[in-house]
């Protein structure tokens, strides 16, 4: 298994830009989510989902959207990229409740 | 609403010296609790977590936690540190009672001095 996996690893954005951040997992997880990662702030959520079809907010859902097709990808678009989206983006999953969240290794994006 | 407060932004120990790193979390039934750790430039690891049963709870890398419910506190301790543990080390708790989001403490700094 490969795990989580997430591309690019690292991106670089003009303000105003769109772009999507790829997502995957091969463990059949039903919830994935997605986490921000700023200095300082530890990680904050952004958006989930609790199977294929089924997504939800976050606590930072501010300009970035979701979508669940399928059980293996939860990508995170961005429409308008902002400085202020500059971060390190995590992906997650999980298989059910309770049981810990598997990470991803990271896409570093940068806004300028 | 759920939160995680870790007071520590950053500690500094010498090798083989104990380790307590402190985790207070607001939550008003059994929360469900984790420690992972992240190496720089890395993604995180998970070194123990939290669901119910005995509340001292082993991990990995020789790390163990106790849920103090008393103190709303899961601290993470280690005996003996050794210089690859430096490191940040993030708290969380699964939020509203589920594991499937998870509320993050801001994380602790963890340096070794040789």
């Known amino acids: 298994n490969a795990g989580v996996t997430q591309t690019p690893k690292f991106q670089v954005l003009k303000t105003g830009q769109s772009m999507t951040l790829q997502c995957a997992q091969d463990?059949?997880?039903?919830?994935m989510s997605w986490y921000r990662q700023d200095p300082g702030m530890g990680l904050r959520l952004i958006h989930y989902?609790?199977?294929?079809?089924?997504?939800d907010q976050g606590e930072v859902p501010n300009g970035y959207n979701v979508s669940r097709s399928t059980t293996e990808d939860f990508p995170l678009r961005l429409l308008s990229a902002a400085p202020s989206q500059t971060s390190v983006y995590f992906c997650?999953?999980?298989?059910?409740?309770?049981?810990?969240?598997?990470f991803g290794p990271g896409t570093r994006l940068t806004v300028t | 609403a759920q939160s995680v407060t870790q007071p520590d932004i950053h500690i500094t120990v010498s090798e083989g010296a104990s380790l307590e790193l402190r985790c207070n979390y607001s939550?008003?039934?059994?929360?469900?609790l984790f420690w992972y750790v992240q190496s720089p430039g890395q993604g995180l690891q998970l070194l123990l977590k939290?669901?119910?049963?005995?509340?001292l709870v082993q991990g990995i890398k020789g790390f163990e936690a106790e849920f103090k419910r008393s103190q709303s506190s899961f601290n993470l301790r280690k005996p003996s540190v050794h210089w690859s543990d430096a490191a940040e080390y993030f708290c969380?708790?699964?939020?509203?009672?589920?594991?499937?989001?998870?509320?993050f403490g801001k994380g602790t700094k963890l340096t070794v001095n040789p």
């Open positions: 997650a999953s999980t298989p059910n409740n309770p049981y810990e969240q598997y």
């Open positions: 463990m059949n997880h039903e919830y």
């Open positions: 989902s609790v199977g294929a079809g089924i997504t």
């Open positions: 939550y008003g039934a059994t929360p469900y």
């Open positions: 939290y669901f119910s049963g005995d509340t």
């Open positions: 969380a708790v699964g939020a509203q009672g589920g594991s499937e989001k998870l509320v």
